[in-house]
């Protein structure tokens, strides 16, 4: 891979009181992203080191005031930094419900949240609620329109066939401003409605080689796709 052309994270983009921070997005490392408005602190992917990225950026305040979580799908390098972060919400003596939207039949999510519960039952003054997407219907949430959408992530099995995941990207529509993430994907005409016309799209390039294709999207697919929207960032692409 060209050193030139991997991401130098964090990536950072805003329009008005609209951002977004990519802390990184790494295959088989970790994924971070927080998006903001005046209203509204989501956190996406809390991959591994979520939680000591966002201490770096926001009080504790600010961190008790995420109110939503959106994970594209039940791979480690997507929710490993999960439990950290409900652990520490804990800790803070968080009070208000937290959201966490997922794929249907991520069973990760529901295995990770099952046991965090067994653990701190005795502790944890803040409901979670597990909200696993079945649709593609959008929500308002503090004034930011989520619009979930099936992508096309696969991985091989043990006779090396490549099996879907279930996974999803989000669109994040706010004051007339757009916000596009991916998640893990290969080439998927939904991804292409969905990033194009948008401020910003955020496109994995997972695939090195055309073979690879069928898991992830190579740099010349994602290029293609992120050319559709005013601005776009390459992620997930392989460091070695």
Known sequence: MN???????????????????????????????????????????????????????????????????????????????????????????????LNIYYPKGSPEIQSIYSAFISVYSKEIEYPINLINITDQKGFALDGVQVTPFKVNHREPNEDGKAVE???????????????????????TENLVKMAKGTDLAIIEAGALTEEEAELHMTIEQASKIGETAEKYFLVHVPEN
């Open 165 to 187: 995941v279930p996974s999803l990207g989000y669109r994040f529509d706010y004051d007339g401003k757009s916000i596009c993430y991916g998640g893990d994907t290969a080439y």
């Open 3 to 97: 050193k030139n052309k991997l991401p130098k994270y964090p990536l950072i983009w805003q329009k008005d009181d609209f951002f977004i921070k990519i802390y990184c997005s790494i295959p088989n490392i970790a994924t971070g992203i927080v998006i903001t408005t005046d209203k509204a602190k989501f956190v996406v992917d809390p991959g591994d080191g979520i939680l000591r990225d966002l201490n770096k950026d926001y009080s504790k305040k600010e961190i008790l005031e995420i109110s939503d979580i959106f994970i594209s799908h039940g791979h480690h390098d997507h929710l490993g930094g999960l439990w950290s972060l409900l652990t520490y919400l804990s800790v803070m003596k968080r009070k208000k419900p």
